[in-house]
């Protein structure tokens, strides 16, 4: 497949690092100011499949030890391709060609950072349109909507500065436009099943607005996943009918998930850890734990080390979410879902948070309303649910007005049937007499067993002869 | 009249008269008194018996099907015998050769298990004498849940405290005296039936090691599961031989860690060295980072022979059986502390330190049985203080001249290298020496391990081990390497991290190297496929003496294995999870999977989870040096959970292999759980147990059986992947058998699609779909949608 590439070329790559003393040179990283990966979708007459263009110096023509700029642009066109996709493929820049000996890429877009070993040099690897024939050859093979590709590398720092300004607005203006997509704006939501191998009833929903629970797909990953392999783990769920608008409940999604789960889960709340929530897998990234004492959430993340407010860590949490069962009251999620508008809106989202990790918590701050942020305590602040609940009287949490609704919490606790109850009993054994006083006791099951008898001795020699 | 016994309490009442009731011989028995906590229901199998888990065993067997090597062809067992079993002979009780060897592995199997168990059960009960019954168990702090995997699993117990793996110890013996009592003649006569009695050993076998280990990390302060335990210092290049040495070797780490406190109690750990072979080195490194470790198992003769230590402390297993005479030798007092083990020595357990130390010092006594390992701590290091100024260092090992002399001794008869397990070419190494060119010998140093079985077979007397030993002098000398000390078991949290990179098929699968140092080419084949297995960024983990062989090699840089890759259970971490009993937790891991993910429930539960790690775990054990009975009952714990284990050249003495046949389609049908209809599963993996002969072959071997029936494409991906690329490096060419092991065309790794493509259509290869596999019918689902 790639005869003329003087390296191998392959998955078990991907994990090399390059230290500097084995790299030839450098593009981009920390000493490069301006330097950037882009993806953009053309009309098919407009690039001309496999042409590899270089602007500036060669690899061969390069000092070695030292650092360059870097740009790379992949033109690409396609009857099936969306603008909405290129983010989802620019990615892929860094899969493959990671795949290549001695090629080390870091990081995306404007923060890329690439090596090239002085050993893949040596063998040969010396110019970037060897480096352009993988990345063809790789594209085309593996997402074959893609039918024409044009690869551009620029090595010459002013023709650079013009074309990392405009990729710069590109990623903004791709950014607002994947914050700003919402549920509502489509008309089908991606599915995974990909975590079904090792939690067979769990059933991932991705939509805009809510990230799979792992962290790694989002809904674009998803629509890029199910165009390339529609029969593949990632598919498309046609999202029907809006049953529920704030809980987000859509019969598409209710249909996909009975069929996915065979029956396991009829229903889904997308926004909400009570009725129907989401299932939850094993690999989630947080949970986000009601307490009841408070009637609000506790939100943690894999990393904490420490006990949460209500007394448990996250291991133990875990085992009361996961298993791809619906759980009202502990719900796995991602930190992307943390960064949702729709972040269990339907319970109320942030206004129902009362507890989270302080990490966790000036981790997502952009995210969290200005109005509610000072007022959910930390491990810094409270340790217990009654420090938890005078942090939220004295900080106004907007919780509290939940609790003047309903203040008649039943105590009843569930009492057992006394099986044997007297007032005194005396026992008198052995020339010692005891007395049990207000004696009962109680057991949560009564067996009555037959007690069985004895077999009789087997046998010529047992009973039988002696009587 | 009340009878309090730790398992039962019995209230017997002769007369009973009350208001409302009269009683008369009233006796009450309850089992047991536990403080239930657990609310989740208890499984099918709690406390499984010989014949329990019995039909899983043998669907397992019916797969991989025994493949017989005898070792020895003869029983010599009972009176009738000798018995010759060749050729369909039958043996005087009626015995075959198959049912005879598989009965050997049992007894094997049998011997190791117990080995671990009654180890356990000296730890456990040294360590409740100490820290009392009610000391809690604690293995990870927060990151672990789920404490005891096995336990919970085999047993359907949560252990709370040290006192809880009381019963649960046991149930370990008295399975294995059942399960020693089926080898007696006359007893199981079915090859099968013996073989499933072997995973029942080994099931027992994983148990009795989480009991010693979850024990000695709870209650001696041992790494909690923690991925950055610090390293250690590993090699005799470490140590500092002006200081006083004491040498321990075994596997019961209690008189290490006595010593050590002995030493820090009054201030004097800078001024002797600690330091350990084998496991008790391990675990006493566990317990302080300070001790250091020599090395593997091997490393015993050349270690005491170089007359660097002191003082030698010997505990249990994997000990020479002449160390006394060895330890005469050099001068070194010989300090014994198990039962097990007591060397003919006499028993000072009651004597008071003082006589003892004097005793040594004079010279009177070269040994003593010491069982108390408070006292061993004591003797032993006031004894090394007061000895090692007067004990010159007593050099068994031949000057440069005095070898060459010993060479000429040599007739040329070639005995040395026919009792040579690695058949490493002595003669012609000893021929060159008397030349006086000594690099051959040298060069053997590597490979040799440490038998000494050359110098009983030399007719000429020459100290053949010695003078390999003296010739790589330099060699010892620079043996100085780091190790990660053990960090017990795998947290709950790592495992969640790893769930998305498995399924995503970024982790191409988890290798764990066990066992002992019989290795057919030394420690260094153990390090080089660590550090491969790492940088394909597989999860490596590493146990006993393999976890130091693993730490006993330097890359380029200078760096071990244990200092380049991570200790956390990640893709490309190498994870020490410590000595023998340790192992433990690499089985736990995998069953951890099952309730992480699946949130299968544990509770004697074993036969759903080992077909759910069997169907969907892709980790494959590797016992490249295995020698002892217990690496047979280890491997055998991991093969009922139905993980693969492949070993060195030397395993096929274990008398048989359990392989597969991917040719036969039929084998490989499993049920797929969402519609209950038997469908291919592919003929993954291949083998349960296999011998390779070289680390190449073993290498490619592991890559393969990684692979599952449930892999996503992504995962089977990588997974052929790293399976041709090692098997176009290492063997040469694309193997046989791509066609068998992919299912799909995305299941196809991208970067080989063209090759691969062109075997498809020569085979005439058809997709089949991924099940969601099982081999037990009653885990088929049942469809609730209406």
Redesign the interface.
Known sequence: ??ENIPVE????H??ERIRKNDMHVEFGGPSISEKFEIVRVREGNDITDGSIHIIGPDISAMEEGKSYPIGILVEISGSKLEKDLEGVIERRIHEYTN?IEGFMHLNQRYDIWIRLSKKSFKKGLTSFTQIGNVMHE?FK??LPFIEKIQITFITDAEKIHPLYTEALGIYEARDARARGLTDEDVDTFYGCA????????HVCVITPQRYAN???ISWFDGRAAAGI?PK??IYAIKKGECLDTEKGEYSGVNESA??RS???V?RVHLYSAFGYPHTS????EGIAFYIPEVEGFGIVL??F???TVNGL????M??ST????QVEGFHGISIEYMRSRKFMSADGGYDRVVWMPLETKEKIKPYIPESVYEKIATEKDVRTIPELKEYLISHQHPVTQLWEVDKSLDKTTASQMPVFS?G???????GVRIILKNARITAEKVIIQPVKPHQPRGGDHGDTKRS | MVELRRDSVNVKIKELNSDIAHFRDLSITIGAITKETWVEPMGPTPYPSLTTLRSWDLKLLERYKPFYLPFCDLCCMCTYGKCDLTGNKLGACGISMAAQQSRTVLLAACIGASTHTAHARDLLTHLIERYGEDHPINVGELNVDIEAPLTRLVCGIKPVNLGDFEEVLDYCEKQLTQLLSVTHTGQEGNNLDFESKVFHAGMIDHVGMEVADIAQISALGFPKSDPEASLADLGLGTVDIKKPVILVIGHNVPPATEIIDYLKTRDLMSEAEVTGICCTALDMTRYSAKAKIIGPISWQLRYVRSGVPDVIVIDEQCIRADILQEAQHIHAPLIATSGKNCCGLPDRTHDVPDEIVADFVSGKITGALILDPVKVGEVAVRTALAIAPKREKHKLLPTHDELIKLAKKCTGCVLCRRACPNDLPISYAVKAAAQGNISGLDELYDDCVGCGRCESACPQKIPVHSIIVAAAEKKTRDESYRIRTGRGAIQDIEIRKVGGPLVLGEIPGIVAFVGCANFPKGSREVAEMCMEFAKRRYIVCTSGCSAISAGMYRNEEGKTAYEIYPGSFEAGGIVNVGSCVSNAHISGAAIKIASIFARRPLRGNYEEIADYVYNRVGAVGVAWGAMSQKAASIAAGFWRLGIPVVVGPHGTKYRRMLLGRSDKEQDWYVYDARTGEKVYGGPVPEHLFFAAETKEEAMVMVAKLTMRPNDTSKGRAIKLTNYIDLHKRLIGGMPHDVHLLVRKQADIPLTMKEDIEKILKEMEWTEHEIPDPTLLSRMIRKSKEA
Do not use: H, W
């Open positions: 497949m790639f070329v392959g998955l078990l991907e994990g795949y790789l093979n593996e990909l975590c079904q191998s090792f939690a067979p009833t792992c962290g790694a392999d593949g783990p009975m069929k065979m029956g396991e009829k897998c094993g690999c989630f894999r990393g080390r420490d006990v860590g996250f291991s133990t875990a085992d996961a298993g791809g069962r007297a005194d009993i005396p026992i008198t054994a052995g």
